[in-house]
């Protein structure tokens, strides 16, 4: 593996290890984009997001040229939040966080998924972890909650998978009064992405 692939995967895991998939963005920071229910990530995945509470809320393809995608989406209202570094941030009842890794071979793409899955184990506390199949293809589902302070969600779902030689990992978490149901909301939306080789 490149070094900065390397490189960019351990900003990405650290990213997963203090927010999730990925940190919150700030508000001064933040530039629109447009919702839309279709979205192609990368060359080997579309979603087509069904639920009206689900709003697209970044995409970025900055990292595309080591083969890394990242999107988010956003249920609720903004309210404003001042993170550990003082950076005031956008804070949403929940958000839905994907990062998708093309990588050079099968093999790869599993090492990766399997790096990614360990770390989610080891910063989250894990009560329960399950496969499952969506769209006809297999995920590792795991539901957790946040330990310690530092992070504004209370709890969360991820979904960890690999097609061909892409792996993915989709977080959905939320705030504690957050009344949605996680795994449903998390389901329906993996059973509208669609993988291609």
């Known amino acids: 593996m490149r070094l900065s692939i390397k490189f960019a995967l351990c900003i990405i895991c650290l990213l997963l290890a203090i927010t999730g998939c990925s940190s919150i963005p700030s508000v001064t920071e933040k530039e629109p984009i447009e919702n839309t ?3 192609k990530i990368g060359r080997n ?3 087509c997001n069904t639920n009206e509470n689900l709003i697209l809320y970044d995409y970025k393809e900055a990292l595309a040229g080591d083969g890394l995608y990242y999107a988010s989406w956003k249920i609720g209202d903004a309210i ?15 958000q839905l966080y ?8 099968a093999d790869k793409a599993q090492e990766n998924e399997a790096e990614w899955l360990d770390r989610a184990k080891n910063n989250y506390v894990v009560s329960a972890e399950e496969e499952t199949v969506c769209n006809e293809q297999t995920y590792l589902m ?15 779902v991820s979904a960890f998978g690999v097609h061909g030689n892409c792996a993915v990992c989709i977080e ?5 009064d957050f009344a949605g149901d996680l795994e449903t909301i998390l389901t329906e939306f993996l059973e509208n992405c669609t993988y291609s080789k």
């Not at 404003?80 to 929940?94: I, Q, R, W």
């Not at 957790?144 to 992070?151: D, K, L, P």
């Not at 959905?172 to 504690?176: G, M, Y």
């Open 142 to 156: 795991i539901t957790y909650t946040f330990a310690g302070e530092g992070n504004p969600y209370a709890r969360g």
């Open 98 to 105: 994907l990062l998708l890794g093309a990588f050079t071979s």
């Open 37 to 39: 229910a279709y979205l």
């Open 80 to 94: 404003p939040y001042e993170n550990s570094d003082g950076d005031t941030v956008d804070l949403y009842d929940a």
């Open 172 to 176: 959905l978490t939320c705030q504690d």
């Open 45 to 47: 995945l579309e979603v």
